[in-house]
């Protein structure tokens, strides 16, 4: 299972295949949603999923998958916020965006 063509983890896939030689799959299920790929996982055990780290270790930890041992060569796109010009912000799109810039941060 992939995410949806041009979407940041998608296109850093994409890319690794490219640089490995190999042909990317046609015939994908495609998905932006983490609870989607995680009932696919766990119905059918053929299947595999790119998901983050993050959701990755959660997930593990809970036995809920089983985490292939694969690194990526290439880094992720960056990924954008955008918002409506001259519109105020709520306080819960304040807090996201805060949240985003102080994990960017931490990984730096």
Do not use: W
Not at 21 to 35: C, D, G, I, K, Y
Not at 89 to 103: C, E, F, K, N, R
């Amino acid at each position: 299972m992939v995410y949806r063509a041009n979407m940041p983890m998608r296109l850093t896939l994409e890319r690794e295949f490219h640089e490995a030689n190999l042909r990317f799959p046609v015939h994908l299920l495609e998905t932006t949603s983490a609870f989607a790929t995680l009932a696919l996982l766990q119905k059918d055990p053929s299947l595999v999923a790119l998901v983050s780290v993050d959701v990755a270790r959660f997930c593990d930890a809970h036995d809920m998958v089983c985490v292939l041992p694969l690194a990526l060569a290439s880094r992720s796109e960056p990924y954008e916020m955008v918002t409506r010009r001259n519109a105020p912000l709520s306080p819960g799109v304040s807090l996201l965006m805060q949240a985003i810039t102080d994990a960017g941060q931490e990984r730096a």
